[in-house]
């Protein structure tokens, strides 16, 4: 007994390992049916069994496609979309009724076994094969549109094609577009500054400047761009003292 309780710990840890693995799983599971399919053609037989399995596998697709709370969805739907009103309130995504993982260990189980059952030739009931695809055919289209018409009913959508994804290359090309924009706006703010039309030549500031320094020897009072400069003139105690000395 507690062997048995280890070998299903160790093959619960098998399966918790393989579950990040999305591709390769399916590829995996492609592989298998691609080995089934070849089977039956090489053997000339077992259609039942083939039929049965493409049943179950897409009992298990339509079951991925559908919610899991129906009834929440369709009161949603009735009400119209609603904002959280309480702290308790979260963002809930689609559920799926059955989740991915389940989907592929059912079907994957499920093609290993009938690939297994078609080593029993009591297995192999004779059965006129094109009739078993026309009705596959015809029911997989009804089963189909029935599930369009229900996702267009309840408005929701099974699959994330056409949703925008970010990644941290994105939001460093976000960032720096922002940035740069930030930068245009602040060299644009700064160019739009006026400044006096005599400051705007070199050649008018070089010679206020010169200007400026004449007024300063002689004691006048001399102009600036944007204001003037007056240059004290000296005092009667300050000529005394240079007489005296």
């Known amino acids: 007994m507690d062997k048995l309780v280890a070998l299903r710990n160790k093959y619960q840890t098998f399966l918790d ?20 399919l070849v089977r039956i053609f090489l053997a000339q037989g077992f259609y039942i069994i083939a039929y049965v399995l493409f049943i179950y596998l897409l009992n298990l697709f339509i079951l991925f496609l559908q919610p899991q709370d129906r009834e929440a969805l369709a009161s949603s739907n009735a009400e119209g979309p609603t904002l959280p009103v309480s702290s308790s309130d979260e963002f809930r995504p689609f559920v799926r009724r059955l989740p991915e993982f389940k989907f592929w ?11 297994f059952a078609t080593a029993f030739r009591i297995l192999d009931i004779p059965v006129f094969w094109p009739i078993l695809v026309i009705y596959f055919i015809m029911l997989f289209v009804a089963t189909m549109r029935r599930q369009i018409a229900d996702m267009i009913q309840y408005h929701y959508l099974p699959f994330n ?16 577009q922002e940035t740069q924009d930030n930068d245009a706006i602040a060299l644009k703010s ?7 039309a005599s400051a705007q030549s070199p050649r008018n500031s070089g010679t ?15 102009t ?7 240059t004290p003139s000296p005092t ?7 007489h005296r000395g």
Not at 190 to 196: D, G, M, Q, R
Not at 208 to 222: A, E, P
Not at 236 to 242: E, I, V
């Open 17 to 36: 390992k393989l579950t990040p693995f999305i591709l390769y799983r399916w590829v995996c599971f492609g592989n298998i049916l691609v080995l089934f």
């Open 105 to 115: 260990l059912s079907a994957t189980r499920a093609t290993i076994l009938c690939l």
């Open 161 to 176: 094609f056409g949703k925008r994804k970010y990644t941290s290359s994105t939001k460093f090309v976000a960032r720096r």
């Open 190 to 196: 700064s160019a739009n500054i006026k400044l006096p």
């Open 208 to 222: 206020q400047l010169d200007n400026v320094k004449d007024n300063v020897s002689s004691g006048t009072t001399g």
């Open 224 to 230: 600036v761009p944007g204001g003037s400069l007056k």
């Open 236 to 242: 009667s105690r300050q000529l005394h003292r240079f």
